[in-house]
């Protein structure tokens, strides 16, 4: 079955860094969705990206997909102590109508002021 | 923005005892789902609902679990009898038409 895989596990920079955190997977895919979660709180949404997409941006994010090694990448440009959070990416197969995604463990991402 | 809203934000429950969530789809759409995730893993698929009918469902969705809409607004999770290992967050969902779902906040689902 399909996985995505997030590393690190944790990551922690300096406000004002970039930040970058990848994630695999193992079987073919309609798309890829990276989500943040905040401490105790829902999946918000960021972006996806789809299986015939090499590159996405939404403001400061910028998502890349290699289809080829099963891999993704999320960067966070200029980050900011409100970036503080867990991001996942979530896998859904090749199929159309209800869209059950597989999600990764996940990366806990840390800015220090 | 629309949202999906879940009822309640928390529920304490006794081992034994059923329990049901409750989630507000946004209006539109026509697919639904249940995640649940247990304190410190990943977020995993329950069921997705469609048409009135379960669509698909994991190995987690034992015959404990049952969904339903009651009506043209609310989505309903509900677990027969709880475990202790039935403690998660769960999450519903809803999305359009080979769309991105859009997730609740959760249910904080305590069972002692």
């Known amino acids: 079955s399909q996985q995505g895989e997030e590393d690190p596990q944790a990551l922690s920079i300096q406000e004002g860094e970039n930040a970058t955190m990848n994630c695999s997977y193992k079987?073919?895919?309609?798309?890829l969705q990276w989500y943040r979660q905040n401490s105790g709180r829902g999946l918000v949404h960021l972006i996806l990206?789809?299986?015939?997409?090499r590159e996405k941006h939404s403001g400061r994010l910028r998502v890349t997909l290699d289809t080829s090694k099963k891999s993704s990448s999320l960067l966070i440009t200029a980050s900011r102590a409100a970036d503080t959070a867990s991001y996942f990416c979530a896998t859904d197969g090749i199929s159309e109508g209800a869209q059950k995604l597989v999600f990764g463990q996940g990366t806990r991402l840390t800015i220090n002021p | 923005e629309p949202e999906v809203t879940q009822t309640p934000s928390h529920q304490v429950t006794q081992m034994g005892q059923e329990v049901i969530l409750r989630c507000v789809p946004i209006?539109?759409?026509?697919?639904f789902y249940w995640y649940r995730q247990i304190l410190g893993q990943k977020v995993e698929f329950l069921v997705s609902f469609y048409n009135n009918e379960i669509s698909e469902k994991s190995e987690i969705f034992d015959d404990q679990f049952s969904v339903e809409r009651p009506d043209g607004s609310n989505f309903t999770l509900k677990i027969r009898s709880t475990k202790l290992e039935d403690s998660a967050m769960y999450f519903c969902?809803?999305?359009?038409?080979?769309?991105?779902?859009?997730f609740g906040d959760g249910t904080r689902l305590s069972i002692l």
């Open positions: 209006s539109n759409h026509l697919y």
């Open positions: 969902a809803s999305s359009e038409y080979s769309r991105a779902p859009y």
């Open positions: 990206i789809r299986s015939n997409e």
């Open positions: 079987t073919s895919i309609n798309n």
